[in-house]
């Protein structure tokens, strides 16, 4: 039973920092392609970032120069890291994951990510 929990979320200031986590269960981790995405109101969900088994990092336009997108296999969670956050930002940020030969994949339950003063 695949499982993905996020943590990591809350108010943060403009300008600020934040580090989220996902914690996932029930499927060889290691193999598998992560990811995060996030939703903003009245928005569609869109990517932020992924990482494949091997490392490899792709990063939305928009987010580039902020994010940092990483994985440990050994305690099977993945990391967003974002920085300078903006009001934009403000989304529920979802964990994704999927074998590399599916286009069907599995998500997390969100974790609210509100940036504001």
């Known amino acids: 039973q695949v499982r993905l929990v996020e943590s990591g979320g809350g108010l943060v200031q403009p300008g600020g920092s934040l580090r989220l986590s996902c914690a996932a269960d029930g499927f060889i981790f290691s193999i598998n392609v992560m990811g995060w995405y996030r939703q903003a109101p009245g928005k569609e969900r869109e990517l932020v970032a992924t990482?494949?088994?091997?490392?490899?990092?792709n990063y939305a336009d928009s987010v580039k120069d902020r994010v940092t997108i990483s994985r440990d296999n050994a305690k099977n969670t993945v990391y967003l890291e974002i920085h300078s956050l903006e009001p934009q930002d403000t989304a529920v940020y979802y964990c994704?994951?999927?074998?590399?030969?599916?286009?069907?994949?599995?998500w997390g339950q969100g974790t609210q990510v509100t940036v504001s003063s």
């Open positions: 994704y994951t999927k074998r590399p030969w599916s286009q069907t994949g599995y």
């Open positions: 990482i494949t088994e091997g490392g490899n990092t």
